[in-house]
């Protein structure tokens, strides 16, 4: 049994040097891909981080964001895949999941993601306002409205959930409480277009 101790202890003293060294390289390359990406030089950024990949979490958030700017939505979405499902209660990998598949066009893969982060953090304003918008546009005021809603009792004087919840309210037929949302637009931005049309409108 002394002995078995003993070659463990001898493994994990092996074991530590390897360790740093491997720390040390990724702190290395972090660094390196930092610097490339401030020149807007995409490629010279994710070579580093490839250089030394193994499948972490931190790698694969890095080169979703880094092929994200270079606009390969492919590889960023996947990327960003692997570390939603590395950190399955993390929202940061969801909303950087969300950027590719925006520019990919995939609505209802994004509205999942809002919905799986509002599981997590049901008052997270960025979730409940673009599911909101994604509803607005579906022309689906009721449930836009309940999105809105939670943005707008959170930040009561923020323009944009002010003036989505008045057009979804409008669009409704609760014409007192899209009077009151306009009215609160415009005092917000003053002689503001879409809140004066709205008030036309109604």
């Known amino acids: 049994m002394d002995l078995v101790k003993l070659t463990f202890s001898a493994a994990l003293v092996c074991a530590a040097p390897a360790v740093a ?36 979490y931190e790698q694969n958030l890095r080169l979703g964001w880094l092929y994200f700017l ?12 692997k570390a939603v499902e590395q950190r399955p209660y993390a929202v940061e990998p969801k909303f950087g999941l969300v950027k590719p598949l925006n520019a990919l066009g995939q609505v209802e ?29 579906r022309k689906s005021y009721a449930q836009a409205a309940r999105y809105f809603e939670r943005v707008v009792n959170l930040y009561p004087f923020d323009y944009d959930s002010t003036i989505s919840l008045a057009w ?31 008030l036309k409108r109604l």
């Open 21 to 56: 060294w491997a720390q040390a390289d990724q702190a290395t390359a972090f660094a390196s891909s930092y610097a490339a990406e401030a020149k807007a030089d995409y490629a010279d950024a994710i070579a580093p981080i490839k250089a030394i990949y193994t499948g972490t």
């Open 70 to 81: 270079a606009k390969n939505y492919t590889a960023s979405a996947a990327h960003y895949q």
């Open 109 to 137: 893969k994004m509205l999942n993601l809002y919905q799986d982060i509002l599981k997590i953090d049901a008052q997270n304003t960025q979730a409940n306002y673009w599911a909101g918008v994604i509803y607005l546009n």
């Open 168 to 198: 979804a309210y409008l669009n409704l037929g609760k014409k007192a409480e899209a009077r009151a949302l306009y009215t609160k637009a415009l005092l917000i931005r003053p002689g503001d277009a879409a809140a004066t049309a709205g």
